[in-house]
C-alpha cells in the first residue's frame, strides 16, 4: 500500500518536473569564421585588364546549388593567360554563410600575419614563376604572405594549380605542401592556361 | 640465539578460529591462513573455519588472504592453543583505518562474478584516471584519446553501452563521444568494481557492462581519520595531492571531506617531445549524512574540473594534413616542453548533488529514496583565429535529475528489489561558439521500473532474474542544413515537423519515443568449496543515444564529417557470460567466456562517401545498423609460489564482426596478456617488489576503411591511399613497483611507492589510441607516491 503512495509521489513530482521544463527555440548559427567563397582577381600587369574567379564550395549551401559529392576533377575552374606575361594575383576570403550579411575574412587573415599564409602548388606543364606582388602583406618577419602574387609567365602549357591557405604554418619557405606543414583552412583548385 | 630457542619449544599447540567478512560478518570460504616463514596454511571451509596444528610456542605472524582482499597480516604470541576470528575486508588494505558498516549493495549480482579493485590497484591510478585503473582487470580495455583522455572498452564495447555508475547514479556526461573520458574522480570512491555481464538492471541497459564507484560509509563510533596521497612523477613533471578525511559520531553522523589536485605539464615519448599533451584537475567532494538505526540519510555533493590538452599535431585542417600526419613517422609539431596546456584542449567540468534517505524497516523490508542532479559542462577549444581564439568550438550542458525509489525485501523464498524512477534531462549547444551544433538540443525524459530477485535457498545453487522497463521520449530541435536535407531526402518524412526556415537552414521539431525492456537470468552453482560455474543471459534494449541519431559535424583529429542516423530504432543485444572459478591449492583460477549478438539493429558508424568543402574533400561517416557478433574469453590465474611470491596472469581476447558482410568491426581490442610477479622478503614484510609485463598483439582483424586522396608530387598530380585503417605493430609494456611501508609515523601510517611505467623506454602507438597517427605513445615514466594514513 504504501509502496504505491510513493509510486505515486513520484509521478507527481515527475509531472511537475516536465510542466517546469520547457525548452526555448534554439538560436540559428551561421559559421562566420569558415570560408565560403574565395575570389582571386587576375590583373595582367600589361594593359591592367583584369579578372574576376570566385570559388565556391559545392557542399555549400546557396540558395540555388545544390549538393554534390562526384569529384568535380573535371569541371575545375579555368585561368586564361598569355605567354610572356606578368600578372597579380589578389587572392580574397569571405563567408557568406549568412546571405544577409557576408562578410571579407581577408582583414581577419592580415591581423594574424604571423599565423596565416598562402601556397600555390603547381604541376608540371606550364612555365610559369610565382612570387609576392607588389602590395602583399608582410608578417613580423618579413615573410609575405602571398595574398598578392605575381605571376610570370614564358612559354605556353597548361597547369593544375591548388592554392591552399595554411593555418599556424611551421615555417613560410617552401616548394611543395608539405613543407609548411600547419593546418590547411583553404583548399582550391584551378587549371592555369598560358596559351 | 632466538631461533634455537623457539625450535626448542614443543610445537603441539593448535590455533583455530573462524574468518568472517567485516561487511556481513558472513564467513569466508577459501580463505588461505599462513604462517610466515614456514609453509603451513590452512584454508577456511565453508564455515569460515580454519585449523592450524603443531604451532610451536612463541611470537609467530599470520598471513591471511583471500581472493580480491589484500592479505592481513595478524602477529601473535602463543603460549596454548587458542582461537580466533579474523575480519577480511574486501579490497581494501588497512582494515584498521576503515571501519565499515554493511555496505547497502553488498549483492551487485548474487550469480555474476564481479571484479573489485584493491587499494593498491586503485592508488597506483590515482593520478591518472578511472579508465586505466580498470585496465587491470581481465576483459577491459581503453580507447584513448592521447595519454590523458581514456574510456574503459569492456569485452569489445564502450561508449553508451558501459555504464559509470557512482553513488547509486548512472553518470551522465556525453558519454557518446569516443573522445569524451568519463568526467568522475576515481578518488572520490573507495570501492571501484565491475561486472562484465550486461550491468545491473537496477542502474540501466548497457550491454557491455558496468562500473560501479561506491563510497564506504562510516561506522557509528566517534573517530577521525583520513588518507592522503602525494604524488610526482618525472615524464609530465607532474605532481598531485589527494586527501579525505572522514569525521564519524557515535551518534551515526558523519562527514567525509574528499580533494584532488593535479597538474601535469607536456609528457615525452621516447624520441621526442609530445607538444600540448598536459592536463589539470581540480576536484571536491562531500560526503554527509546520519546512520539511524532504522532512519538513514545522506548527501552528497562534487565538483570536478578538468583541462586536458589535445596533442597539436593532432589538429589538422583536412585530409591532406592528416595523409601528411600518417606518412610522418614524428609529429609534425614538435616544441620545447611546456607546462601549460594550449589550444586544442578539452575543458570539462561536473557537478552532482544527490539526497538519499532510507528506512531500513519499513514494512519489513528497506527503502529507499534518492533524488540527484548532475551538470555536466563540456568545452573543446580549437584552434581558431582573430577574436574567436579564445571561444571553444563546442560547449554543451547537459543537466540530468533523477528521481529513484526502491524497495528491498527479503523472505524466505528468496530477496527482491524493486524500484521506480524517472529521469529528466536537458541538453543546450551553446550557439556563441559560432559553429554549427555537433549534437542538437533535446529535452529527454525517462521513466521506468525494474524488479529483480535472488533465490539462494538450495545448498548448490542461486538464482537471479531482473527485468527492467523504461519509456523514453526524446523532445530534440535541430537545424538541417538544406543541401543535407536534400541529398537525404528528408522531405518527405520530416516535412511536417518543420517548425522555421531560416538562411538555408530547417528547425525541425520532433518527439522520438522508444520503449526498451531488458531482461536477465543467471545461475551461479556451487560445485564445491573451491569451485563455483556462473552461467549469465542477458537480453538489453537499448534506445539510440542523440549522437547516434543527430549528430552533424567535422572531427579535426580524424579529418572526418560525422551525421547521425534519424531513423534508427532500438538497439537489442544477447549475451551470456560464463564464469569458471576454481582454486587447486596454490592455483587459482577464472575463465570467462562470452558471446554478444546484435542482430539486425546494432548500430555503428562507418564510412559512406565523400563531402567537397572549401577546405577540401572529407570522408562522411554515418551511422547504420549492422548485425553483429562479439565474442572472447578472459583468463585469470594466479599462483603462489610460496608466501612471498605470488604470480598472477590476465588474458583477454575479443572479436567483434558484422556479420551481414563478415567483415570485422573497428577498434576492437587486440589479445592482450599481461603478467604480474610479486615478491617480498621474509624478513622485511613491509617491502615488496611487483614487475608487470603487458604484452599487446597486432590486432590483425579490422575493416578497411581507407580512401584514395589525389596529392601533387614532383610536378605530377598522384593518387596516395589515406591508411586510416592498418592497426599499428604489437608491443610490449615493462613495469616495475617498489613498496615500502607502512610504516607507523607519530600517530598516522606512511607508505611509499616508486613506481616505473615503460621501463624500456619502448617506442610503440596503440591501436585503441585515436591519436596514434600522430605520435608515440609516452616514454618512460617514473612515479613516487607517498601515502599518508592519518
Known amino acids: 500500500m504504501s509502496k504505491n503512495i510513493f509510486k505515486k509521489s513520484v509521478l507527481i513530482a515527475a509531472i511537475l518536473f516536465l510542466a517546469a521544463c520547457k525548452k526555448d527555440d534554439p538560436k540559428i548559427i551561421n559559421e562566420e569564421e569558415e570560408f565560403s567563397r574565395v575570389v582571386i582577381t587576375v590583373t595582367n600587369e600589361g594593359d591592367q585588364s583584369s579578372e574576376q574567379y570566385t570559388f565556391e564550395v559545392e557542399g555549400h549551401d546557396h540558395a540555388d546549388e545544390t549538393e554534390s559529392t562526384e569529384d568535380t576533377h573535371e569541371d575545375h575552374l579555368e585561368v586564361e593567360l598569355a605567354p610572356n606575361s606578368s600578372y597579380l594575383f589578389e587572392i580574397r576570403f569571405y563567408n557568406d554563410e549568412d546571405p544577409n550579411n557576408p562578410e571579407d575574412v581577408t582583414q581577419e587573415i592580415i591581423d594574424e600575419a604571423d599565423d596565416h599564409h598562402v601556397f600555390y602548388e603547381l604541376t608540371d606543364g606550364a612555365n610559369i614563376s610565382i612570387e609576392s606582388g607588389t602590395g602583399d602583406t608582410m608578417d613580423s618577419n618579413s615573410n609575405a604572405l602571398n595574398l598578392i602574387t605575381r605571376w610570370t609567365t614564358t612559354a605556353a602549357g597548361v597547369a593544375d594549380v591548388i592554392a591552399y591557405l595554411i593555418h599556424e604554418p611551421s615555417t613560410k619557405t617552401g616548394t611543395t605542401r608539405n613543407d609548411f606543414g600547419g593546418a590547411t583552412d583553404v583548399e582550391l583548385e584551378f587549371e592555369a592556361h598560358v596559351e | ?107 551487485l549480482s548474487a550469480t555474476s562474478k564481479i571484479h573489485a579493485l584493491s587499494e593498491l590497484q586503485k592508488d597506483r591510478f590515482s593520478s591518472k584516471g578511472l579508465a586505466g585503473a580498470l585496465e587491470q582487470i581481465s576483459g577491459v580495455s581503453v580507447l584513448s584519446t592521447g595519454n590523458s583522455i581514456g ?27 569516443q573522445d569524451h573520458a568519463p568526467n568522475v574522480d576515481l578518488n572520490t570512491f573507495e570501492n571501484i568494481r565491475l561486472i562484465k555481464g550486461a550491468g545491473i538492471l537496477k542502474y540501466g541497459t548497457t550491454p557491455g557492462g558496468v ?37 564519524s559520531y557515535k551518534s551515526g553522523a558523519y562527514i567525509k571531506l574528499q580533494g584532488t589536485f593535479k597538474r601535469n605539464g607536456d609528457f615525452t615519448a621516447p624520441n621526442y617531445n609530445l607538444t600540448n599533451t598536459g592536463n589539470k584537475e581540480n576536484n571536491f567532494s562531500v560526503l554527509l549524512g546520519k ?15 578538468t583541462d586536458i590538452a589535445i596533442l597539436k599535431s593532432a589538429h589538422i585542417g583536412n585530409v591532406k594534413d592528416l595523409l601528411r600526419a600518417i606518412e610522418s613517422d614524428v609529429p609534425l609539431v614538435i616544441d620545447p616542453l611546456k607546462s601549460d596546456i594550449g589550444y586544442p584542449k578539452q575543458a570539462n567540468n561536473h557537478y552532482t548533488a544527490n539526497i538519499e534517505y532510507t528506512n531500513t524497516n519499513f514494512a519489513n523490508g528497506e527503502l529507499h529514496l534518492k533524488y540527484s542532479w548532475q551538470r555536466n559542462n563540456r568545452k573543446e577549444f580549437d584552434i581558431r583565429r582573430g577574436e574567436r581564439k579564445n571561444t571553444p568550438s563546442l560547449d554543451m550542458e547537459l543537466n540530468t535529475h533523477n528521481l529513484l525509489s526502491n524497495y528491498e525485501w527479503n523472505t524466505r523464498f528468496g530477496d527482491f528489489d524493486s524500484g521506480v524512477f524517472f529521469q529528466v534531462q536537458d541538453n543546450y549547444s551553446n550557439p556563441e561558439t559560432e559553429i554549427r551544433r555537433l549534437i542538437p538540443d533535446y529535452l529527454k525524459t525517462k521513466l521506468g521500473s525494474y524488479f529483480t530477485a535472488t533465490f539462494d535457498n538450495t545448498k548448490d545453487f542461486i538464482f537471479a532474474f531482473g527485468a527492467r522497463y523504461e519509456h523514453h521520449n526524446n523532445e530534440v530541435q535541430k537545424f538541417y542544413r538544406d543541401s543535407r536535407w536534400n541529398l537525404k531526402n528528408y522531405e518527405a518524412p520530416f ?34 568449496p573451491s569451485y563455483s560455474l556462473n552461467v549469465n543471459y542477458n537480453h538489453t534494449q537499448r534506445a539510440p543515444n542523440i549522437a547516434e541519431m543527430f549528430s552533424d559535424g567535422l572531427h579535426h583529429s580524424l579529418a572526418s564529417i560525422e551525421y547521425g542516423n534519424p531513423f534508427l530504432e532500438k538497439e537489442t543485444t544477447h549475451k551470456v557470460v560464463v564464469d569458471f572459478e576454481k582454486k587447486v591449492g596454490d592455483f587459482q583460477f577464472a575463465i570467462t567466456p562470452f558471446i554478444t549478438i546484435g542482430k539486425n539493429n546494432h548500430i555503428i558508424i562507418e564510412p559512406t562517401g565523400v563531402e567537397s568543402t572549401i577546405r577540401g574533400a572529407f570522408p562522411v561517416w554515418e551511422y ?90 614532383n610536378g605530377q598530380i598522384v593518387t596516395k591511399t589515406v591508411d586510416i585503417s592498418t592497426p599499428p605493430n604489437g608491443y610490449h609494456d615493462l613495469g616495475i613497483e617498489l613498496n615500502w611501508g607502512p610504516y607507523p609515523l607519530r600517530s598516522s601510517k606512511v607508505s611509499v611507492s616508486l613506481i616505473l611505467d615503460n621501463v624500456l623506454d619502448a617506442s610503440y602507438r596503440n591501436y585503441l589510441n585515436r591519436l596514434r597517427f600522430y605520435s608515440d605513445e609516452i616514454g618512460r615514466n617514473i612515479r613516487l607516491q607517498i601515502k599518508l594514513y592519518h
Open chain 2, 495 to 528: 516535412r511536417k515537423y518543420v517548425v522555421k526556415e531560416e538562411a538555408s537552414q530547417k528547425l525541425v521539431k520532433r518527439t522520438l519515443t522508444f520503449n526498451t525492456f531488458s531482461f536477465n537470468a543467471g545461475v551461479r552453482h556451487r560445485v564445491s
Open chain 2, 211 to 247: 562500473v560501479i564507484l561506491e563510497s564506504i560509509l562510516p561506522k557509528r563510533v566517534d573517530s577521525l581519520y583520513g588518507k592522503t596521497i602525494l604524488s610526482g612523477l618525472y615524464n609530465g613533471r607532474g605532481y598531485s595531492a589527494i586527501s579525505n578525511w572522514v569525521k
Open chain 2, 151 to 177: 574510456k574503459p572498452v569492456i569485452h569489445g564495447m564502450l561508449g553508451s553501452r558501459v555504464g559509470v555508475v557512482y553513488d547509486d547514479v548512472m553518470l551522465e556526461n556525453q558519454q557518446w563521444g
Open chain 2, 291 to 305: 546512520n539511524g538505526l532504522q532512519h538513514k540519510w545522506k548527501a552528497f555533493f562534487s565538483y570536478f574540473d
Open chain 2, 624 to 713: 547504420t545498423t549492422v548485425s553483429a557478433l562479439f565474442k572472447g574469453i578472459d583468463l585469470d590465474f594466479s599462483y603462489a609460489f610460496n608466501p612471498n611470491t605470488q604470480f598472477r596472469n590476465t588474458t583477454s581476447w575479443v572479436e567483434a564482426t558484422n556479420t551481414k558482410t563478415d567483415l570485422p568491426l573497428v577498434n576492437i581490442p587486440p589479445l592482450t596478456t599481461n603478467n604480474e610477479l610479486q615478491f617480498s622478503l621474509p624478513k622485511w614484510k613491509s617491502f615488496f617488489v611487483l614487475l608487470n609485463s603487458k604484452t599487446v598483439f597486432r590486432q590483425n582483424r579490422y575493416p578497411n576503411n581507407n580512401f584514395p586522396q589525389a596529392v601533387v608530387e
Open chain 2, 1 to 107: 640465539m632466538t631461533t634455537s630457542f623457539v625450535f626448542s619449544q614443543e610445537c603441539n599447540l593448535t590455533i583455530d578460529g573462524k574468518i568472517i567478512d567485516i561487511e556481513d560478518n558472513s564467513p569466508l570460504e577459501a580463505a588461505a591462513i599462513e604462517v610466515i616463514g614456514t609453509h603451513l596454511t590452512a584454508v577456511s571451509n565453508a564455515n569460515g573455519a580454519f585449523v592450524l596444528r603443531n604451532q610451536c610456542k612463541g611470537k609467530l605472524t599470520l598471513k591471511i588472504s583471500h581472493l580480491n582482499c589484500e592479505p592481513v597480516f595478524r602477529e601473535l604470541d602463543l603460549d596454548k592453543s587458542s582461537s580466533f576470528t579474523f575480519q577480511l575486508e574486501h579490497k581494501i588494505e588497512n582494515l584498521d583505518e576503515v571501519v565499515v558498516s554493511k555496505l547497502r549493495v553488498h549483492e
